[in-house]
């Protein structure tokens, strides 16, 4: 700090207020500084350098000088009070931003505010003196001179600063940077007229990133220090404990669990609500109007009453309340705005709300959504990628079986297993059959909706044989036996498929066959797989929608037991196996012709399906009664519980909601593990026998001996034939 | 569902997708009230409904002072006219356990099941089939107790035991909180208790004698036999009986204390 010059320029006044208490301070310290002959014993204990006061009082200038300017800092001298309240409180820690003061110049051991001032005032004026600045002095004195009326009125202004100043423990840098001076502002009084302000930026500079480090937020949470430390202070000095140092680590760490855990008060309510609140939330969103409102407001109502893909789902609520069935009317509601959104989303054609699926933790609201044309492909490369991973797997199943036929020939390899996996029946092409349409599924409306992968044909053979309920959440593992292959995402669209091709249905007429092309003969006879509206139905009245099942038909194909709707020979070979080609001939003698599968053609009325149990698949109702000019027809399914279908005049809908189980008479019983299958085959050169008990050892070993004893005997009785033919 | 509050009941049970059409809900208002007088029950209850192939049951309970007596069980096909059935016998139950399928929605309706049964006559002892024949009203009784058994489920605090013995509904419940409508402790079991002399001296201790009598849903084997599932975090959750038990059937904890129920078969 010698590197500033010694500037007797007088720095300059911002404010009349400013000078006048620098007066003011000038005369208390005069005041003060009768008490002279006490004070000398104290100055003895501050070893300063000349160099270092004189730069003390350098930046004590300029820092005074900023702190007038902005009108609400402290002197020193406040400062120092401060420094000493603080001290005895000992609540802060002392910072270690003093450029270059020595901490000997810390005023830790000065006993109390009045005597502080007037020993550093005292000091201040002694070192002045003994460094012969008698100049000063006497401006001093001449000073003094002034009228004492205003100063007291200063002073008193003074005082209250003070006090102010005092409470104030939150003026961060400044106070911490005038924290070490030792210096009076009384002297600075005199100060004006021989300093100016050297260099404030870099005292600035350092002042405002210092508090800018304070203020950074750490990465966990959004607290800063300095907040922390803020609300460290004000507790501490809203409380003022009677030890504070010794309490300082657990009000430290009071004051952060109080920032994460606000307490609350057992008088009033607890917010107990926070999730029912977050929900309304989201639920406004749905409620909001796309785009602007205000001048946009016409043209968007003008846009959205020409046709757009969401269905009316007010007037089908209407009608399946009319059923007995169905969710209240505001559910039906906002399922309505949420599947606007859907449609805002997505590059949508048509939609159609599907159902609701209940399950043990959450339900699913599923839509039934028909993209536009090419829209679609992008999202099912994404999914495809996903899938891959679990088809992979069964590709080198077929591999190793390969190598095990070669293998056997070479001796001492273990013989591989000859069980090969089934061949993997390829999975339908979108748009065609239970991959017709895409199906998003949200837990709750108000919540993104999620697009469920396309279906697989051996995921609806599995699922099938098992019966899970559904938890809610899509990536829950379905754990069972016989293994399904997928999270309950896959299984969920299984059901939805099997659901769909079940018990979608319309009444007669509505649909109809596209042109005939000749296509009976394609695929091994699928039959047509495409149907559309007829633009001349007429409804077909509704007491006859009920007396006969003939008057409905289904309009979504049936699944056949392979789990596709068209039937593929799986053993058909593609191009990749004509290739591994002529060495499976020999394996594939030993597999069996598989048969093609043939089901119900689409458009086949309900009056054909198969009975339940000696009951009818479907029960059919009017719903109600007592006007039955006004009546709708209700169809319920007994094979899933939990398909409705209404129908009245023109208008005709389909919902399920259930748990998205089958029926069954019976209790579900899961089906028991295969047996276990023979390890190695038995050939030439390998065979397994079990091991003999030893009631069969013993009894070879007795017929051993047995057959031993008798051919001795019989040799005995040679020699003595021999013996005899001998002696003869 | 108390037919006080019939209509509230309704909306807040709607999320498993059954419901009544409004001509059934106007005409059950108006003839609970009738079975109330005329069968002087003190408190009538919609219990719900049973779907058959030909037509659908609706049943009602009608409760005395005592909430845990013995009740009494009506059913209607119309939802007009309403006539009481007998009480259940475990006889009944054996009968039932052989009956399978749907409802048809006939009460006179008979089902016939072969049975293998051992007749003695004089020394000989030899099997018979014998056909057996059930009447539909007699699988209904069984078939509402076995529901009721298994999931009649009451929030704690909304029926309490005075000294004397009855029990009666407790007009100062006011619902249970958020945070206790989570656990499945706060609810119990709507009949008599099973399980509750079993308890060790060290959890009675903690019971209430006055709030809890009956056994609650916490010690159901298997776990996960009753699933919470808040529907509309704004209303309560619901807990729903695993429909593996009773399918279909769906519980709403109310107000002040009335069950809902409605099943499907």
Redesign the interface.
């Known amino acids: 700090m010698g590197d500033l010059p010694p500037d007797p320029e007088p720095p300059p006044q911002p404010t009349s207020s400013s000078r006048n208490s620098e007066v003011s301070e000038r005369r208390r310290s005069g005041e003060q500084s009768r008490p002279q002959p006490t004070v000398p014993e104290e100055v003895q204990q501050i070893p300063l350098d000349a160099q270092i006061l004189r730069g003390s009082r350098e930046t004590l200038s300029n820092q005074i000088n900023r702190g007038w300017s902005q009108g609400a800092s402290l002197t020193s001298n406040e400062n120092f009070i401060l420094q000493a309240e603080e001290a005895q409180r000992g609540g802060i820690e002392y910072p270690s931003l003093n450029t270059g003061f020595p901490s000997e110049v810390q005023p830790q051991t000065y006993p109390s505010e009045g005597r502080l001032q007037a020993s550093h005032n005292a000091s201040l004026m002694l070192q002045q003196l003994q460094q012969g600045e008698g100049n000063l002095f006497q401006q001093l004195e001449s000073a003094y001179q002034e009228p004492r009326a205003d100063l007291l009125g200063q002073y008193t202004r003074y005082e209250r600063e003070d006090v102010q100043f005092s409470q104030d423990t939150q003026h961060g840098p400044s106070l911490r940077d005038d924290a070490a001076l030792p210096s009076s502002p009384s002297e600075l009084g005199f100060m004006p007229f021989t300093t100016e302000l050297p260099e404030p930026e870099p005292r600035e500079l350092a002042v405002q990133s210092a508090k800018a480090y304070l203020l950074q937020t750490s990465v966990s949470c959004d607290l800063s220090l300095y907040e922390h430390l803020v609300n460290l202070l004000t507790k501490i000095l809203n409380q003022r404990p009677e030890n504070p140092l010794f309490l300082l680590e657990s009000l430290n760490r009071t004051t952060q669990r109080e920032w994460f855990h606000p307490k609350l008060d057992t008088l009033r309510d607890d917010p107990?609500?926070q999730?029912?609140y977050e929900?309304?939330e989201r639920q406004k969103a749905l409620f909001g109007r796309s785009g602007g409102g205000g001048g946009e407001g016409e043209q968007e109502m003008e846009e959205e009453a020409a046709e757009t893909a969401v269905p009316n789902i007010m007037e089908k609520a209407f009608y399946l309340?009319?059923?007995?069935?169905?969710?209240?009317s505001d559910?039906s509601f906002r399922i309505f705005m949420a599947l606007k959104q859907l449609v805002e989303q997505q590059p949508i054609h048509t939609c159609r709300f599907w159902g609701?699926i209940?399950?043990?933790?959450?339900?699913y609201l599923v839509a039934e959504v028909e993209f536009r044309e090419g829209e679609e492909e992008l999202e099912e490369e994404e999914l495809e990628e996903m899938m891959e991973g679990g088809e992979v797997m069964q590709e080198p199943g077929e591999e190793e079986g390969e190598e095990g036929e070669e293998g056997e020939e070479v001796a001492d390899v273990i013989p591989k297993p000859t069980w090969k996996p089934p061949p993997v029946v390829p999975k339908e092409e979108s748009r065609k059959g239970a991959n017709k349409y895409v199906y998003f599924v949200c837990n709750?409306p108000g919540r993104p909706w999620v697009r469920l992968p396309h279906v697989v044909p051996s995921q609806i053979v599995q699922a099938r044989k098992i019966r899970k309920?559904f938890t809610?959440f899509l990536d829950a593992p379905v754990v069972s036996y016989p293994p399904f292959p997928g999270n309950e995402a896959n299984y969920l669209r299984a059901q939805i498929a099997r659901i769909s091709a079940s018990t979608h249905i319309s009444p007669l007429g509505f649909y109809l066959f596209g042109e005939e092309e000749g296509d009976d003969d394609e695929e091994g006879g699928a039959g047509r797989d495409s149907y559309e509206e007829n633009p001349d139905f007429e409804g077909i009245p509704v007491l006859e929608l009920v007396a006969s099942m003939a008057n409905w038909v289904h309009h979504t194909q049936h699944i056949l037991p392979q789990g596709r709707c068209t039937w593929v020979n799986p053993l058909q070979k593609t191009e990749e196996e004509e290739e591994l080609g002529e060495e499976e001939e020999k394996a594939e003698e030993g597999r069996e012709e598989v048969e093609q599968e043939v089901g119900p053609p689409l458009l086949t009325p309900l009056s054909e399906d198969a009975e339940?149990?000696h009951?009818?698949p479907w029960?059919a109702r009017l719903?109600?009664?007592?006007?039955p000019q006004y009546a709708v027809a209700v169809v319920?399914s007994?094979l899933w519980?939990?398909a409705y279908a209404y129908a009245s005049g023109k208008k005709f809908e389909n919902i399920y909601?259930?748990?998205g189980h089958k029926y069954s008479?019976?209790n579900?019983n899961p089906s028991l593990p295969a047996p276990v299958q023979q390890e190695y085959p038995s050939g030439p050169e390998l065979m397994e026998m079990s091991d003999p008990t030893v009631e069969e050892e013993l009894a070879l070993k007795a017929a051993q001996e047995q057959a031993l004893e008798a051919t001795e005997e019989e040799e005995e009785d040679e020699e003595e034939d021999e013996e005899e033919d001998q002696d003869d | 569902m108390d037919e006080e509050s019939l209509l509230l009941s309704l909306e807040l049970a709607s999320g498993s997708g059954q419901g009544l059409s409004p001509d059934r809900r106007a005409s059950l208002l108006t003839s609970l009230m009738l079975v109330k007088r005329d069968y002087r029950f003190d408190r009538v209850l919609f219990w719900g409904r049973i779907l058959g192939l030909v037509a659908d049951y609706y049943i009602a309970q009608g409760l005395s002072e005592d909430q845990l007596a013995p009740r009494k069980t009506l059913y209607s096909l119309n939802c007009m006219e309403w006539s009481l059935l007998p009480p259940a016998t475990e006889e009944m139950e054996m009968q039932t356990s052989m009956v399978k399928g749907h409802f048809m929605g006939d009460p006179s309706h008979e089902y016939e099941h072969t049975e293998l049964q051992k007749v003695n006559e004089g020394e000989k002892v030899f099997e018979e089939e014998v056909v057996v024949q059930i009447k539909e009203e007699t699988r209904l009784v069984s078939i509402i107790d076995q529901i009721d058994k298994a999931v009649a489920v009451i929030p704690r605090g909304a029926l309490f035991k005075t000294p004397f013995g009855p029990i009666r509904v407790n007009r100062t419940f006011e619902g249970l909180s958020l945070s206790e409508a989570k656990k499945l402790s706060s609810y119990f079991h709507f009949r008599e208790p099973v399980e509750l002399k079993n308890k060790t001296l060290l959890e009675k201790a903690d019971l209430d004698p006055s709030l809890d009598f009956m056994d609650s849903l916490e010690h159901d084997i298997p776990k996960e036999s009753t699933c919470h599932s808040p529907e509309d975090p704004q209303r309560a959750p619901r807990p729903c009986a695993m429909p593996s038990e009773a399918p279909g059937s769906d519980k709403l904890r109310m107000g002040p204390g009335c069950e809902v129920k409605s099943h499907i078969f």
């Not at chain 1, 209940?358 to 339900?363: A, D, P, T, V």
């Not at chain 1, 719903?623 to 006007?627: A, F």
């Open positions: 107990e609500m999730t029912a929900m309304a309340e009319q059923a007995g069935v169905g969710l209240s559910e609701k209940l399950g043990l933790r959450r339900s709750e309920f809610g339940i149990m009951m009818s029960t719903s109600c009664s007592l006007s319920r007994n519980p939990g909601i259930g748990w008479p019976e579900f």
